[in-house]
């Protein structure tokens, strides 16, 4: 499966914070914004990642991040002129995309998962040709995609997203975490612009789901989605980073950590990624005793 983080827009509702500085780059605690999604496609194990964000702000992102090998990934980067739209990253990167199924990931959204990561893989290789949306329980509905469900309890059916619905038919938002099969570029290339003149991700799904080809996965008790667009949501997140790692001395999204576990790179080349960081530095210091450890309990 290859994988496209979309990190482009403006930032406008991040200003002034944004006017010289990408959002992707704001910290959220100890790391970056960008360092979350990237966490989360690793998780999933995807290693082959296509980086799309704007002409201004690619450059940095891909300063910081070069071309991933010290990660064992293979990251590239493609310019994405203007926001036109969620759904035009699968045309920007069709031929990245060749005909795997792509796992597409907002460059704003931070993730906290407790799903099983391993039982989660296997179901979305069993659905090779479905498209896969990841829902959770929001006190506000009105202001995302909201999933609409059959009326059952049991194994609750998908029947539509309704874009920030005045009267929200449940409290599930879709986040910005997708995975389609290859034929989404074809779908994506297909579709009209609204009538803000984008290719609108909800409209994309929305064409999996009448197909019934569409599977929603929700987010487990405990999980958190976390959209860094305003200043009071970067606040929050923060805030929730650093309150979660200091109860469990562990980190979030440290994607030296997430690649040394997972066997992307091995000691020598974690211990390298260590050495970037000062001496006595909190990061330094955690990912050495990583290094250090002789077991992991998880």
């Not at 704003?108 to 949306?133: C, G, R």
């Not at 290339?189 to 991700?201: D, N, T, V, Y």
């Not at 009448?210 to 923060?238: F, H, N, Y």
Request: charged share 25%.
């Amino acid at each position: 499966m290859k994988g496209i983080i979309l990190a482009g827009g403006s930032g406008t509702r991040l200003y002034p914070l944004t006017q010289c500085v990408s959002k992707q780059l704001l910290p959220v605690y100890d790391k970056p914004v960008i360092h979350y999604p990237l966490a989360t496609m690793v998780t999933l194990g995807v290693k082959d990642i296509l980086i799309i964000s704007t002409p201004a702000d690619l450059p940095h992102i891909e300063r910081m991040l070069g071309d991933g090998k010290k990660y064992g990934l293979n990251l590239s980067y493609k310019v994405q002129d203007a926001p036109k739209g969620i759904a035009e990253a699968f045309i920007l990167g069709a031929d990245f995309i060749g005909k795997e199924k792509v796992c597409l990931l907002l460059g704003d959204n931070i993730f906290f998962i407790t799903n099983n990561i391993a039982e989660l893989k296997k179901k979305i290789a069993a659905y090779d040709n479905d498209a896969f949306i990841f829902g959770t329980r929001v006190p506000d509905p009105e202001r995302f995609g909201v999933i609409v469900f059959e009326e059952t309890k049991q194994h609750p059916r998908v029947v539509a997203i309704e874009e920030k619905p005045a009267l929200p038919k449940s409290n599930y938002a879709a986040t910005g975490l997708y995975i389609y099969p290859p034929d989404v570029v074809e779908k994506a290339r297909a579709q009209k612009p609204s009538a803000r003149g984008e290719l609108e991700i909800t409209d994309l799904n929305n064409a999996y789901i009448r197909e019934g080809r569409l599977q929603c996965e929700t987010l487990r008790r405990g999980s958190a989605w976390i959209d860094v667009g305003t200043p009071k949501s970067l606040m929050r997140a923060a805030r929730f980073v650093e309150e979660v790692e200091n109860l469990q001395s562990l980190k979030l999204s440290c994607i030296e950590e997430i690649t040394y576990r997972l066997g992307f790179v091995d000691a020598a080349q974690f211990e390298r990624n260590i050495g970037v960081y000062a001496k006595g530095s909190d990061y330094r210091v955690y990912l050495e005793k990583i290094l250090n450890e002789t077991s992991d309990p998880d």
